[in-house]
């Protein structure tokens, strides 16, 4: 797994924890 998916999977866990839902967005951002 390379740091920047590392990084990505952090932020979107982090944002998901503090409330927001980011549905399609997490799969966009991952998928880039």
Do not use: N
Request: aromatic share 10%; net charge positive; charged share 20%.
């Amino acid at each position: 797994m390379s740091a920047l998916r590392t990084a990505a999977e952090d932020y979107l866990a982090m944002r998901r924890a503090l409330g927001f839902k980011l549905t399609s967005q997490g799969r966009q951002l991952l998928s880039f």
